[in-house]
């Protein structure tokens, strides 16, 4: 078959060879917008007078046809035409004649799969941005049910002070935040148009890549052409940005494992959202989690694919830039599914009340209520911490807790201590007594509650 840019050459190259330089097979997905970018760019060129009225509405023509055809699934691509853009620029020859070979005047295949770039990335960063907001929502809620919920606070993994099982939750809900705040103002920089830029050079063309961007809905456009063509910034941005939400996801991911387990049962995963074991019939497993933390990996790994693809490639286009696709595409396809996935387990999960109830108060997680206490009443923190600790191991050799020990014990350490002592060591007062701003008293977390209602009004 011969090429759309064979002129020069003398001999094909072979089948497999063509194959192995072929993006065919995943810039499909680009089909749409490179549809909605040829539209533009002929629709301008007919505005400029550089194509006549009449040649401007036969390509538009073909092009709808095959935008149409497209939506249902109904073009057969070549791997023999290479990319999304020769298997288009074929098809619309083939459909209207030789007329279609007017489409790429003043544009190169650079500047076009920029575009399309820009065009896949905008759309796709809108629909990230949307889950992660139907996300939010959905944690706002269950933390709104379970501000006073009492619940182990951890450091190292160890019991370390009660908290409001809301406050953990909303923790979560202020890291999407803050990913909905870097893929928004990401946007400033994918709302950007390199149609024009030609190859690299612009163009001797007339042409007006303001109203190519305006018809395509982009905001600005590139101020020098050799970078439009070059830079792939926007899509490492994005992987940087999906690279940090992952790592969210996967941390929440770890918790929500942790704490369906048999040694923790602070919740229970709907069975929508779990899976059996092939062998073991009592297994209920909370495979997604998994694979969201799992699939974090993938992630990390197409930005430091692409990192590594444009180090050292000279100005402007060079063929390596064909490898920031399949990771975008890829990238895309696992955010969505895993917001998507993790919204739904959230919803749907049961939060164990009362076991998340006895397990502070079977634990030392109030020993710093008792330290606190102390120094309220005057003693330095260091010694209020060293008295307290004394008291600890005290209850660890006994094998009691703080609440059961009696206050001639307590006041053998300390004469300070007298008996409102035990109402200030109930983990519910642990809790409410947390009252600077942002921490875990219900007067905070309803506060921080309404505050994230305000984000997401
Ligand atoms: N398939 C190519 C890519 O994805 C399109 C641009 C090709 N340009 C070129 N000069 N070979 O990067």
Redo the contacts with the bound molecule.
């Keep these: 078959m011969t090429k759309l840019w064979g002129g020069r050459f003398q001999k094909s190259a072979e089948a497999w060879v063509d194959e192995f330089g072929a ?1 065919i097979g995943f ?1 499909q997905q680009l089909v749409m917008e490179d549809i909605e970018g040829s539209k533009a760019h002929v629709t301008m060129l007919g505005i400029q007078g550089i194509l006549p009225q009449a040649d401007v509405a036969l390509i538009l023509d073909g092009l709808q046809q095959l935008q149409v055809k497209a939506e249902a699934g109904e073009l057969a691509f070549s791997v023999a035409n ?2 999304i ?1 020769l298997n288009l620029e074929k098809m619309l020859i083939d459909l209207i004649g030789p007329v279609g070979g007017k489409l790429h005047t003043g544009r190169s ?2 500047d076009q ?1 920029a575009t399309d770039m820009h065009l896949f990335l905008k759309k796709r960063v809108g629909e990230v941005i949307g889950l992660i907001e139907n996300f939010q929502k959905t944690l706002l809620k269950q933390a709104e049910q379970h501000v006073e919920t009492i619940a182990p606070g951890y450091t190292h993994l160890q019991r370390a002070q009660p908290i409001s099982f809301a406050h953990h939750l909303m923790a979560y809900f202020w890291m999407l935040e803050r990913d909905k705040q870097r893929y928004m103002e990401s946007l400033k920089r994918i709302d950007i148009s390199p149609l024009g830029a030609g190859a690299m050079a612009g163009t001797t063309f007339p042409i007006d890549r303001l109203k190519s961007a305006e018809l395509l809905g982009f905001g600005d456009v590139y101020a020098n052409s050799m970078d439009a063509v070059s830079d792939r910034d926007f899509i490492v941005e994005f992987l940087s940005n999906s690279s940090l939400l992952m790592a969210h996801l996967s941390r929440f991911a770890e918790e929500i494992i942790i704490w369906s387990t048999d040694e923790f049962k602070f919740i229970e995963l709907d069975d929508a959202f779990s899976t059996g074991s092939s062998i073991m019939p009592q297994k209920k497993n909370p495979d997604m989690a998994e694979l969201i933390r799992g699939k974090s990996g993938r992630v990390y790994g197409n930005l430091m694919g692409l990192l590594t693809v444009l180090k050292g490639t000279p100005l402007t ?1 060079n ?1 390596d ?2 490898e920031d ?1 399949e990771g975008m595409f890829d990238t895309v396809h696992t955010v969505l599914g895993a917001l998507k996935i993790f919204e739904g387990m959230v919803a749907t999960m049961t939060v164990n009340t009362e076991r998340l109830h006895s397990a502070v108060h079977s634990d030392f997680s109030n020993a710093t209520e008792l330290a606190d206490y102390l120094a309220a009443k005057g003693m330095p923190f260091r010694e209020a911490h060293e008295v307290t600790g004394k008291l600890v191991f005290t209850c660890i050799q006994r094998g009691i807790y703080l609440l059961d020990l009696p206050l001639t014990d307590m006041q053998e350490e300390s004469t300070l201590i007298e008996v409102d002592i035990y109402d200030v060591l109930a983990p519910e007062a642990a809790v409410r007594r947390r009252n600077s701003l942002g921490g875990t008293g219900f007067e905070q977390v309803r506060i921080q509650l309404e505050k994230a209602q305000a984000a997401l009004a």
Excluded: L
């Design positions: 993006s810039d290479e990319d853009h295949r650079n799969v286009y063929k830039m064909q696709k």
